[in-house]
């Protein structure tokens, strides 16, 4: 088994956080390595011991927290860890609880992280261009907020996801976002752009109110050895594409 990599954010120093991609592991097939995804047709016994990999090399014996993912633009505040058949249908989650893993798997869609060091609060958001567009992570800043956070002390780190150049959207695509968005768009082939999602996200915090932000600029699509994608799996008509998992918790 190849060594895991763990990906770790300067500005969340002193956090206990980390990205994960697909290096190490004990998936097999189509999505050999850490896959982190229950709906990738992988082993449910291989995924289960990735996620207890993950968690070792962040928050050992720590609970992790994932909720049911759909694109929405909502949050759930996570009290006490759920049952897994229970998880709340939300694309982030935040908590003041010291001792929870919270945790958002992605396969191109960008995976956000933030912490107010001071008031104790975390929060994860899995930040595709739908759930961005609805305020997935305004919400997300806005639920830490409930909780104590200050949005002038939030940090934020943006990990891997589709880069602009990996990332072709048709006109239709393009005509669901204002026209000041449009700097997240460069022209491409006829009726054709190339999207900046994670400049589309960065921006989101910002209008937030989050000044220190980290875009790590890592391509999921670009790296097939390094991280998992969506796109590049459908490309390549693969019949399955794994998933990759970002974490963040508050040390007991």
Known sequence: MAEIEVIRSSLLEGVQHGFFGRRGGVSTGDVAGLNAGLGAGDDPAAVLSNRDLVISNVMPGAPLVTPYQVHSPDVAVVTEPWAFDER???DAAVTDQPGLLLGIVTADCAPVLLADREAGVVGAAHAGWKGAHGGVVENTVAAMEVLGAGRGRITAAIGPCIAQDSYEVDDG???????EDGRFFRKGQPGHWQFDLEGYVTSRLIAAGVAR???????TYADPTRFYSYRRATHRAEPTYGRQIAVIGLGA
């Open 88 to 90: 709340p249908q939300v």
């Open 173 to 179: 695509f393009r005509t669901r976002f204002a026209s």
């Open 213 to 219: 932000i980290d875009p790590l600029g890592l391509d």
